[in-house]
């Protein structure tokens, strides 16, 4: 029952993700905006992640996982609610907000469980479970989002109701307080299983510098992706704030006896050598994912439903290969499994930059996305095992907390840079009105001289399928970055014990 529970809550929120990806143009449409403002229902929802995953091990510590995790759950649900009655844009960007609240804890405060109810030598399984929602989510998110947006919009919100209402009710009736599960004792005493309020006080001051500082570098990456350049104050004002900020809560952490987050748990080779792999993989794979779909509309004038059965197949890939990967990362040596599936997602991703043209046969990129997708399965749950398997119970919420965040920032780093290379690219071809909303039928924006709506409509396709090939080449880069991490720093053995390099 726990782990029906957490994979229902996990489902939850990845659903409400993958509808998103493939609304974002209707919901420009209907609500009569431009694309650049209306990424802010996705932006929105990225910064209270950033802001609020700081908090998970805190909140853990002091409230327990059941009241934490349920809590988590129902905000959600009160946001996708509220979210379906929005009035306008601005109130759509807000009840996101409170949406990205529950959202961002329900990811580490579900890791924090499967650390606790499961011995080190069975992570491996156990993540894969907790990995499931990553199989169903994309396969029926961009689907049913797809057919729900030709309804309404508000149908892609309203549609979390009965989700979230099961999952929120089995998780109230399976979380009962873990006093008796692995490492209970010690757990306990920390006040980190159980639902007494018994944990540690808030370190405001860290909460006040990393909190508002990854809100703040988030938002300068998401502005340069918005603007199509890094050369602009509103990008490089607040992400170098935000940095400052977030290093000079890593100085705190270091020396404050009871911080917010163990920065020290970084000294050890497992986690920081995952954390190392994971921001430089994440940043590669969910870069690139902002690409295709955008060339299935943009290019080949395919709908937002349409478009999310074209992503079946990766997602599939994904979610099974997951599931073999991270029952093997409990017998093989994880730089093994995690090299394997890094080159994988990199010669698929290949694959596609190489087919990619404005007629390119959907089968092919289809069978290259998806090796990319296996490639994925196989790299980032076997990486999250590996630096988190040998931690106890006193430091899994800080290192489930740490992995959370720097996936969130690699996700950030790779939409940034992706969409940033796609917009000059696009600008260079003279169609910056595309991302802008303009259609690719041969309107004013477009049209060539001289030529009909047919030829301009093909000239179009052309020019932003060579943008898109272009882009692919910044995930490439990273994804060979993240090989490179994986197979000279991860651990060697499965099962190897996470020895101290900083921390004593």
Do not use: H
Request: charged share 10%.
């Amino acid at each position: 029952m726990v782990f029906a529970a957490l994979i229902l809550g996990g489902l939850l929120v990845v659903l409400d993700i993958t509808i998103i990806n493939v609304a974002i143009r209707t919901l420009a449409r209907d609500l009569e905006v431009s694309l650049p403002v209306i990424q802010w229902v996705s932006t929105g929802y990225t910064l209270a992640l950033a802001m609020t995953v700081p908090t998970s091990a805190w909140l853990v510590g002091r409230f327990g996982v059941r009241r934490v995790y349920v809590g988590a759950l129902g905000g959600f649900v009160l946001g996708s609610a509220l979210c379906g009655l929005a009035w306008d844009i601005g109130s759509l960007i807000a009840f996101r907000v409170l949406q990205g609240v529950g959202g961002g804890l329900v990811q580490p405060v579900g890791m924090m469980i499967v650390l606790r109810a499961t011995p080190p030598e069975r992570r491996g399984r156990a993540m894969g479970l907790l990995g499931l929602p990553v199989l169903v989510g994309p396969v029926l998110g961009p689907t049913v989002g797809g057919w729900l947006v030709e309804i309404s919009w508000r149908w892609i919100f309203l549609v979390n109701l009965p989700v979230g209402l099961a999952a929120l009710l089995l998780a109230a009736r399976a979380l009962r307080p873990f006093t008796g599960s692995a490492g209970g004792a010690a757990a306990a005493a920390s006040g980190a299983v159980g639902d007494r309020a018994t944990g540690p006080r808030l370190d405001v001051a860290g909460l006040a510098l990393v909190a508002p500082g990854l809100a703040l570098f988030v938002f300068g990456l998401a502005e340069s992706g918005r603007l199509g350049t890094v050369a602009s104050s509103s990008v490089i004002v607040p992400a170098l704030v935000g940095i400052t900020m977030v290093a000079g809560f890593v100085v705190r952490a270091l020396k404050t006896p009871a911080p917010l987050v163990r920065i020290t748990l970084l000294g050890r080779r497992a986690v920081a050598s995952g954390a190392v792999t994971l921001v430089l993989f994440s940043s590669a794979y969910f870069g690139s994912m902002l690409v295709l779909p955008l060339y299935w509309q943009v290019a080949r004038g395919l709908s937002p439903a349409e478009t999310g059965m074209l992503g079946i197949p990766q997602a599939l890939a994904t979610g099974l290969s997951l599931q073999v990967a991270s029952r093997l990362v409990d017998r093989l040596q994880p730089a093994r499994v995690v090299g394997f599936g890094i080159t994988l997602a990199a010669s698929g991703l290949l694959a596609a930059v190489l087919l990619l043209d404005a007629d390119t046969p959907y089968w092919q990129l289809m069978l290259a996305m998806s090796v990319t997708g296996v490639g994925a399965g196989s790299t980032i749950m076997p990486t999250i095992t590996t630096a988190l398997r040998n931690l106890d119970d006193r430091d899994s919420p800080s290192g489930s907390t740490l992995l959370n965040i720097t996936s969130q920032v690699g996700v950030s780093i790779g939409t940034a840079a992706t969409s940033v290379v796609l917009a000059s690219g696009l600008a260079s071809r003279g169609l910056a009105a595309v991302l802008a909303g303009g259609d690719t039928g041969g309107g004013s924006d477009t049209a060539v001289p001289g030529t009909g709506p047919a030829q301009a409509a093909v000239d179009v396709a052309a020019g932003f399928a060579a943008a898109c090939r272009t882009t692919l080449g910044v995930p490439l880069v990273l994804m060979a970055g993240a090989l490179v991490a994986a197979v000279t720093v991860l651990p060697r053995r499965a099962s190897q014990t996470s020895t101290a390099v900083v921390e004593g």
